[in-house]
DNA sequence: GTCCAGGAGCCAT
DNA sequence: ATGGCTCATGGA
């Protein structure tokens, strides 16, 4: 790695990841991870149960963990800093729409989650806005969770809650986490997870039909959900969620609003997009969302 | 009050 | 195959 290591300061620990083109605030905060708060002029979460504190600096981003040390390949792994994102972007076709997002939104990425993480965090999105999204998750790792070392001055963090945690907590309890009718969901796949009946790391080695079946087969978990724990955590950029903004979007853009029904948006989005077909749904969904740019330096 | 949110499952045509 | 309804809950 090709990172600097800094002088420490109070058992806090920086480091400088030279990473050129990388928006930090639009991927932590693109609806692709729930976890990250702003406080302190950094985004802090936790990566592997431990908390880690994100900004950008001019030479890349600079980032500091609390003293039981995380590994800081785990953390370039999971902001996936040594992804090639403007050959990425090279490979997206030349289509106006497309290419207008990634102006407005250029260093946008998409980061390796965790796939029990991704898993719920998406289960739990079913009709719900972002932000609640967002206070759920806070609120399964306040109860669930454990304490994570969190340096002095900023909040205290708790890790999202494991399997097991969830399935020993039942489901009553879940739903009285304001999760409504995804707490059976949730519930059942905490279930399957703790009792060793399916292994989401393992759907990183599957190929990509095979691993969306395999998540497809929990209740609760169709083609969009199975494709943003794809997409987000089990390695397979051809993955392409379509919620109801990019659907809109698509209708809009490339189908002059017509009533194209999904799987036939899904399969246009598929030849059209190319490998790394989830990153372009990345950028769409974004400037879907806020149409007006983040001037933010590169 | 009303509409809608990073959906999925079920049932009636 | 396709369209409509329901599931909870809260923000806009």
């Known amino acids: 790695m090709t990172d600097l290591p800094l002088p420490s300061q109070t058992g806090i620990r920086k480091?400088?990841?030279?990473?050129t083109h990388y928006a930090l605030e639009a991927t932590l905060n693109s609806g692709q991870a729930f976890g990250w708060n702003y406080?302190?002029?950094?985004?802090?979460?936790?990566?592997?149960n431990h908390w880690v504190g994100l900004r950008r600096s001019s030479a890349g981003l600079l980032v500091?963990?609390?003293?039981p040390h995380v590994a800081w390949a785990r953390i370039a792994d999971y902001l996936q800093t040594d992804f090639d994102l403007p050959a990425a972007l090279r490979t997206f076709p030349a289509d106006p729409f497309l290419q207008s997002a990634v102006r407005h939104y250029r260093g946008l990425r998409v980061l390796r989650q965790d796939p029990w993480i991704c898993l719920a965090s998406f289960l739990l999105s079913a009709t719900k806005q972002i932000v609640q999204i967002r206070q759920v998750y806070q609120e399964l790792c306040n109860r669930f969770g454990l304490p994570v070392a969190t340096p002095p001055g900023h909040p205290?963090?708790?890790?999202?809650?494991?399997?097991?945690?969830?399935?020993?907590?039942?489901e009553a309890e879940l739903r009285s986490c304001r999760m409504g009718f995804r707490a059976?969901?949730?519930?059942?796949?905490?279930?399957?997870?703790?009792?060793?009946?399916?292994?989401?790391?393992?759907?990183?080695r599957l190929p990509l039909q095979e691993a969306r079946r395999q998540l497809m087969a929990l209740p609760g978990v169709g083609r969009k959900i199975a494709d943003c724990v794809l997409l987000f955590s089990c390695d397979q950029p051809r993955?392409?969620?379509i919620d109801v903004w990019i659907a809109r979007t698509?209708?809009?853009?490339?189908?002059?609003?017509?009533?194209?029904?999904?799987?036939?948006?899904?399969?246009?989005?598929e030849q059209h997009f190319g490998p790394h077909a989830g990153l372009a749904q990345q950028y769409l969904f974004h400037y879907a969302r806020k149409p007006e740019p983040l001037m933010q330096p590169l």
């Open 250 to 269: 698509l209708r809009a853009h490339y189908f002059n609003d017509r009533s194209i029904p999904l799987p036939q948006l899904q399969v246009f989005a």
């Open 239 to 241: 993955a392409f969620p």
């Open 15 to 19: 480091r400088l990841f030279r990473a």
């Open 39 to 48: 406080s302190q002029d950094a985004w802090c979460g936790a990566i592997d």
């Open 184 to 204: 059976r969901y949730l519930h059942a796949a905490a279930q399957r997870l703790a009792d060793g009946s399916l292994d989401l790391l393992h759907l990183r």
């Open 156 to 170: 205290q963090l708790f890790s999202f809650p494991t399997p097991q945690s969830l399935a020993a907590a039942g």
């Open 64 to 67: 500091q963990v609390a003293h």
